[in-house]
C-alpha cells in the first residue's frame, strides 16, 4: 500500500486525524462480544509481525506504520431482510477500550500507529497495491 487517511468530521470542519504515507498496513477493527484484552495483543502480534508486505516483509521487518480504524460495520448480517443489522458487533463501551488496546500493543512492540476517532463518521482513503486485504481473526 502506498498510502491512508481518515478524515472525521469537527467542530472546524473536516480534518485529518491519521494518515500513513509509503508502505504500511491500514487496519479496520471490528470488536464482537466474545473479544478480549488478550486478543487485542494477539492481534497487535500478528499485525506487527505478518509477511504480507513486499517481498515478503512485516511491518516489524520495515518499520512501516499501521493506521488502526474501528470499523463495526465489519460484523453487519445482511442476510435476512432488506437492512443489515450489527448484532455481533460489541457495544461502543465494550469495543472502545479494545481497540485502544490494539493500538497501545503495536505501539507497545515499536510501531508507528496512526488512528481514526472511535464513534465518528470517518472518511478513509487509501492505495490497495494489489489490491491486496486479508481478513485476520484471532
Known amino acids: 500500500m502506498d498510502g491512508a487517511s481518515v478524515v472525521v468530521d469537527g467542530e472546524h470542519g473536516p480534518g485529518t486525524t491519521g494518515e500513513i504515507n509509503g508502505e504500511g498496513l491500514c487496519v479496520l477493527v471490528g470488536v464482537t462480544h466474545e473479544d478480549t484484552k488478550e486478543k487485542a495483543a494477539q492481534l497487535a502480534r500478528k499485525l506487527w509481525s505478518i509477511r504480507m508486505l513486499h517481498d515478503e516483509r512485516s511491518c516489524s521487518d520495515i518499520d512501516a506504520p499501521l493506521l488502526v480504524i474501528s470499523q463495526f ?66
Do not use: C, H
Open 73 to 138: 460495520t465489519l460484523y453487519g448480517d445482511a442476510r435476512k431482510g432488506r437492512r443489515p443489522t450489527w448484532n455481533a458487533a460489541a457495544p461502543g463501551d465494550v469495543a472502545e477500550p479494545l481497540v485502544d488496546e490494539v493500538v497501545a500493543q503495536l505501539r507497545a512492540l515499536g510501531a508507528t500507529v496512526a488512528t481514526g476517532r472511535f464513534g465518528a463518521r470517518m472518511r478513509v482513503s487509501l492505495t490497495n497495491d494489489g489490491p491486496f486485504t486479508v481478513l485476520i481473526e484471532v
